[in-house]
T-cell receptor
């Protein structure tokens, strides 16, 4: 296993379109996190899964955002009706415990 | 309000010197604090964790201190090298408030040769 992978690495879309990102965690990790990072800021928490259960959601996660982790393996993050303010780097992380998190390379979203 | 602050957006030092980065937090009582490194266009990479009952933790040229009275952590890189140039993020888990990491904005370190 080479680490956390994310697809796509870059996405350019027009305002109002829907986008979906995928994250493949390290295979033995049961915890999966999504974060959003804008320029000059640290990552901000969006949501957290333990196995297939979505246990935490940030208030940043408006009703246009939805995340799933079917079967407790890969996860998808969908943004509906994208807005220019959604432009950011979307990071996925996985962990086997409550300590160290392993981050993927991120998906950079640009909304025109 | 709850905050985690890294006091410098940028730090420039010469090769061979010690870089010291500061992380302060308010209104949290974390059980531990973590430091991550982030290179441009990449995700953060875990470096060190220090627990509330530990005063100091070392790993090779890295040293972290944690003062729960001052609510502050210091991150030191000794004998710095140009390859240490990156953004360094401190992060904590707010305990009962959840398990996700709360990050500071980061300090961008530039080491010149």
């Amino acid at each position: 296993d080479t680490g956390v992978s994310q697809d796509p690495r870059h996405k350019i879309t027009k305002r109002g379109q829907n986008v979906t990102f995928r994250c493949d965690p390290i295979s033995e990790h049961n915890r999966l996190y999504w974060y959003r990072q804008t320029l000059g800021q640290g990552p901000e928490f969006l949501t957290y899964f333990q196995n297939e259960a979505q246990l935490e959601k940030s208030r940043l996660l408006s009703d246009r955002f939805s995340a799933e982790r079917p079967k407790g393996s890969f996860s998808t993050l969908e943004i509906q009706r994208t807005e220019q303010g959604d432009s950011a780097m979307y990071l996925c992380a996985s962990s086997a415990d409550l300590v160290e998190q392993f981050f993927g390379p991120g998906t950079r979203l640009t909304v025109l | 309000s709850q905050k985690i602050e890294q006091n410098s957006e940028a730090l420039n030092i010469q090769e061979g010197k010690t870089a010291t980065l500061t992380c302060n937090y308010t209104n949290y009582s974390p059980a531990y604090l973590q430091w991550y490194r982030q290179d441009p266009g990449r995700g953060p990479v875990f470096l060190l964790l220090i627990r509330e009952n530990e005063k100091e933790k070392r790993k090779e040229r890295l040293k972290v201190t944690f003062d729960t009275t001052l609510k502050q952590s210091l991150f030191h890189i000794t004998a710095s090298q140009p390859a240490d140039s990156a953004t360094y993020l401190c992060a904590l888990v707010p305990g009962q408030a959840g398990t996700a990491l709360i990050f500071g904005k980061g300090t961008t370190l530039s080491v010149s040769s």
